[in-house]
């Protein structure tokens, strides 16, 4: 039973502290539009103090825009000696709000004294007497519920639950699913916030289940790191990783919800301005172009470029044609390989060193430099240079000529023809799409590294341009990489001072390289789960997918136990499928029950089947998002399906593919061929178990030919 005194002193608390948020909000918009007022020009000074005060009143803004989230969502209250002061009491919200005084009115939720809301339990109170949950609807407070963890001055001997806040953490996983997921500030459990908190060096694996909150604790780190190092992401931003833009956007509503919009989202290939390009079609290509052998070949295409002249070749300069050899060329090309550095800048050595010999053999006569037989074959060159050769001054002044002549000569279109031919000026993109659409180029690069059947596996048409070939999201990684060869570091690229990587299990080797160039402190935090792998590698440990992100291999593996999300129905269906080709793991442990959730159809047409049975629980008032998800030879097929559908709540269903279903969640899914998820019979349980396990209470498999007994249930069908 609600106390009524305490709803009412907690409604006009939750009042007070949004009045209060709304006059800092104001404060800031009038600091802003004063300095814009002000007539602009004057001292140099001036700007930029007028341009810091609306940087800093626009950041505050958007800092305290949590759209209709309730600000305040907890209190906790210490027994004297508190940390603060005796006794005292502080309010847990999104954002810290303070009063004219600057005395704490909310505490923002990744403060230090905020810890103890999320992590005090009865064996550990942490100086916490009650733990109060604040139900709002925004400014509204329509429940509270307290938890007594401890006596006035000592522990009563009184364990809690695992769970902090059962009501509010039903409520949570109870709502239904939207396009855009939702935070779980208000219900963040001990585990959770033990990774959110964890300090920032180093490498951090969170390995979890499906259902266990690695999105979610994944993002909620990403902003409490941004609170508590500001300072750091001032100059080097922080980065979420996704599997797909799908993921991407599903997620995108979160952080600012949290007042973090600094953060920047990123699929691999879109950090790598590639953004929406699709996947290689076939496995073989996906594993072998993520393989770190990549690197050797890339590496190889480049020095392979950098080749001596095959035949003697004649620059007509001047009176005089000066040839170059197959020798001299080669000792040219040879010694600048010898230096370090990349490909593109050590083209001017090539000039340099190419033109400086040329020179001297057109001044001295050498045996590389002849005669031209016709005057009207004379080259012009410039006429005060012709001045300067004629009087053939000694000393210094000749030195200086050899210059003069060698400068000359480089800007001759017969000169940088020969350069181009020893040392081209390439791009990734030229220089990837070469090596792939000539088989020649490919075989002398592979030099013994791959096979006939990988040649044939990295191939593509010769006709197409490399301006108008589309990448893949596999190509796009190749091209990073292949970029610092060519140019060397860039610069103006973004260096991230952590990197929150999700969906991590099937990241590849060289996507791992990728995020290694990008994060140079080697500061990340990866989560994800090796069974819910179904990639090109299916078998690693976290030792091998963590081994090309870092230089050392150290890393810390939390561990996240217990299942919040998903229904112990769909936990006991998943867990059949995972013992299939994962022995001896440990059950993760489901907190709620939804009867009838799990059923299995064999019908002749099952896509058909599916469309009845989604169609079926819209028409009972089905709240929510669905899936329906089907192999990828069936998508058109699906989207047809539904685009005929004359229920309206087709708008509530998502048709994807088992790629582009990763990372999602759903009230329900249905899913169709359960077997040809996938292109090959090796990875079919995995993609199966990903697929069940995308939903929160509803899962419906349709199949057109019989199911294996291990996946049967006498109480499912």
Avoid at 458 to 469: C, V
Avoid at 557 to 571: C, D, F, G, P
Wanted: hydrophobic share 40%; aromatic share 8%; glycine share 6%.
């Amino acid at each position: 039973m609600v106390n009524q005194e305490d709803l009412e002193f907690e409604s006009a608390y939750v009042k007070m502290a949004y009045d209060r948020l709304d006059a800092i909000k104001e404060q800031a918009r009038i600091a802003m539009n004063q300095v814009l007022e002000v007539e602009k020009g004057g001292t140099h000074q001036a700007k930029v103090e007028r341009d810091v005060v609306v940087r800093s009143s626009l950041a505050r803004l958007e800092a305290l825009d949590i759209g209709d989230q309730a600000l305040v969502f907890g209190r906790i209250d210490f027994v004297p000696p508190a940390p603060l002061s005796e006794g005292e009491s502080f309010h847990i919200g999104r954002v810290s709000v303070n009063s004219e005084s600057m005395e704490p009115l909310v505490v923002d939720w990744r403060a230090p004294i905020a810890e103890a809301f999320y992590r005090a339990t009865g064996k550990d109170p942490m100086g916490v007497h009650l733990r109060r949950h604040i139900f709002c609807n925004r400014d509204v407070v329509e429940n509270v519920e307290d938890e007594i963890l401890m006596g006035s001055l000592e522990d009563d001997g009184s364990d809690s639950a695992e769970m902090l806040s059962p009501s509010a953490l039903y409520a949570a996983i109870s709502r239904p699913r939207s396009q855009f997921m939702n935070d779980i500030v208000s219900t963040i459990q001990s585990e959770q916030d033990e990774v959110v908190r964890h300090p920032l060096s180093g490498v951090l694996v969170v390995q979890g289940a499906p259902g266990t909150g690695k999105t979610a604790v994944a993002l909620h780190r990403a902003a409490y790191l941004m609170y508590t190092y500001r300072w750091r992401f001032e100059r080097q931003p922080l980065l979420v990783l996704g599997p797909s833009s799908e993921f991407v956007k599903y997620i995108s509503r979160v952080l600012p919800s949290l007042g973090e919009s600094g953060v920047e989202l990123h699929t691999p290939e879109g950090l790598c301005g590639y953004g929406g390009a699709p996947s290689e079609k076939t496995l073989a290509a996906r594993r072998l172009k993520g393989d770190l052998k990549m690197v050797k070949l890339l590496q190889r295409a480049v020095k392979d470029r950098q080749r001596p002249l095959r035949k003697e070749t004649r620059v007509a300069f001047g009176r005089k044609y000066l040839t170059i050899t197959p020798e001299l060329s080669r000792e040219i090309v040879d010694q600048v390989k010898r230096r370090h550095g990349p490909h593109n800048p050590k083209r001017k050595i090539v000039e340099s060193k190419l033109a400086q010999y040329l020179a001297e053999q057109y001044l001295e006569g050498g045996e590389h430099a002849v005669d031209v037989e016709s005057v009207t074959n004379v080259i012009s060159i410039n006429a005060g240079l012709e001045d300067l050769i004629a009087q053939n001054l000694p000393g210094e002044d000749s030195v200086d000529l050899t210059k003069e002549v060698g400068t000359a000569l480089r800007k001759s279109r017969e000169f940088q023809l020969v350069v181009e031919r020893m040392w081209p000026r390439l791009t990734a993109e030229q220089t990837l799409h070469d090596l792939f659409s000539h088989r020649a180029l490919l075989k002398l690069a592979s030099r013994s590294l791959l096979s006939e059947g990988e040649l044939d596996t990295l191939m593509i048409r010769p006709e197409d341009s490399f301006l108008s070939h589309r990448w893949s999201r596999e190509d796009a990684i190749l091209l990073d990489e292949l970029k610092p060869l060519l140019d060397g570091q860039d610069d103006t690229q973004v260096s991230y001072g952590h990197v929150v990587v999700d969906e991590a299990q099937d990241i590849s080797p060289m996507t791992a390289r990728l995020l290694r160039r990008r994060c140079r402190s080697g500061s990340m935090t990866v989560l994800g789960d090796l069974a819910q792998s179904f990639g090109p590698w299916p078998k690693r440990s976290w030792d091998e997918v963590v081994s090309p992100l870092v230089a050392s291999k150290g890393y810390e593996l939390k561990e996240l136990s217990v299942n919040y999300r998903t229904s112990q129905e769909i936990s006991t269906l998943a867990d059949r499928i995972k013992n299939q080709y994962m022995f001896g793991f440990e059950k993760t442990k489901a907190i709620r029950s939804y009867p009838g959730g799990v059923e299995v159809f064999v019908h002749r047409d099952p896509l058909a089947q599916a469309g009845r049975g989604i169609e079926a629980i819209f028409r009972k008032g089905g709240r929510g998002r669905y899936a329906l998800i089907v192999p990828e030879s069936d998508l058109q097929m699906s989207y047809e399906m539904v685009n005929s559908g004359e229920y309206a709540l087709w708008s509530a269903l998502s048709v994807l593919d088992i790629e582009r279903v990763r990372g999602l969640e759903f009230d329900g899914v249905f899913i169709v061929r359960p077997f040809n998820l996938v292109d090959d019979i090796a990875r079919t349980e995995r993609a199966l178990y990903v697929a069940v396990t995308r939903a929160t209470n509803l899962v419906k498999i349709y199949e057109s030919e019989p199911l294996p007994d291990w996946l049967l249930d006498p109480k499912l069908t």
